[in-house]
């Protein structure tokens, strides 16, 4: 995926309008805001081996369904809907883009990893998941290319980069600083929002708080991420769906497309 390609015209116009999004602080599935207004505080020693635990219970539940949603300011909208194996750090899924009308201007198939991420054009009559058509897909009906410093880029990259095989060292991550900011509840469930460990040129320099934000259940489970990205007013928004049990990545597009 690391390698770049050269690709049609209306191919780069679309991957423009994409990249330039701006993602959408609204959840992608039903869900319910119910914010407390108690100020940020460092975590509690639970709070901490929670969100030290919850990389690796991602790892141990993929593939799971992810989404991310972006918003550009004059209504464009582009969301990708995939699932990611974070065994293999691989992602498939599609993408949708609508004007500010609600019209679609493009849509097709989407492939990602650690490396970069690939576009292509959905097949005529095509059916079943976007995993499943993704395995379909000749070598040169991909264009891929290395991750940019883009939001939609950054989202995709720290999707795929969510879970790992071991929990975080929770000492550590107390260190560096993680926030507290309150509890919401999100279809029917109660979550701890948390601002994130603070990289040190990443802080947001007005709070003193991470631009990532992680929101994490009783049981360490994560639920959604929303990354705030320089420049822009509206967050990255990552939503953690459920295990896919019966999605099978495909082999393909890293076997032709890089």
């Keep these: 995926m690391a390698s770049d390609k050269k690709r049609p015209a209306r191919r780069r116009v679309i991957v423009t309008a994409v990249v330039a999004a701006v993602l959408a602080g609204g959840g992608v599935t039903a869900w319910q805001l119910a914010g407390s207004q108690e100020e940020s505080r460092p975590l509690s020693t639970d709070e901490a081996s929670r969100l030290a635990l919850s990389r690796l219970n991602l790892y141990q539940a993929s593939p799971v369904r992810v989404t991310l949603r972006a918003q550009e300011g004059d209504g464009m909208v582009v969301e990708v809907q995939g699932v990611v194996d974070y065994r293999s750090k691989h992602a498939a899924g599609s993408y949708t883009v609508t004007g500010k009308d609600g019209a679609?201007?493009?849509?097709?198939?989407?492939?990602?990893?650690?490396?970069?991420?690939?576009?292509?054009?959905?097949?005529?009559?095509?059916?079943?998941?976007?995993?499943?058509?993704?395995?379909?897909?000749?070598?040169?009906?991909?264009?891929?290319?290395?991750?940019?410093?883009?939001?939609?880029?950054?989202?995709?990259?720290?999707?795929?980069?969510?879970?790992?095989?071991?929990?975080?060292?929770?000492?550590?991550?107390?260190?560096?600083?993680?926030?507290?900011?309150?509890?919401d509840r999100i279809d029917g469930r109660?979550?701890?929002?948390?601002?994130?460990?603070?990289?040190?040129?990443?802080?947001?320099?007005?709070?003193?708080?991470?631009?990532?934000?992680?929101?994490?259940?009783a049981d360490g489970g994560l639920r959604r991420v929303t990354m705030r990205m320089a420049g822009l007013g509206t967050p990255v928004t990552l939503e953690?769906?459920?295990?896919?049990?019966?999605?099978?990545l495909p082999e393909a597009p890293w076997a032709t497309a890089g």
């Design 104 to 183: 679609t201007v493009d849509q097709g198939l989407a492939v990602w990893d650690a490396g970069g991420l690939g576009l292509a054009k959905q097949a005529a009559g095509a059916t079943g998941p976007a995993w499943e058509q993704a395995e379909h897909v000749p070598r040169s009906g991909w264009a891929s290319r290395s991750y940019g410093t883009d939001p939609l880029d950054a989202g995709l990259n720290m999707l795929v980069q969510l879970g790992a095989d071991r929990p975080d060292n929770p000492l550590l991550l107390v260190q560096s600083g993680p926030r507290w900011l309150g509890r």
């Design 190 to 217: 109660d979550y701890d929002r948390i601002a994130g460990p603070r990289p040190r040129d990443a802080a947001d320099k007005d709070t003193g708080t991470s631009p990532i934000t992680y929101w994490i259940d």
């Design 240 to 248: 953690v769906g459920g295990r896919d049990a019966g999605a099978k």
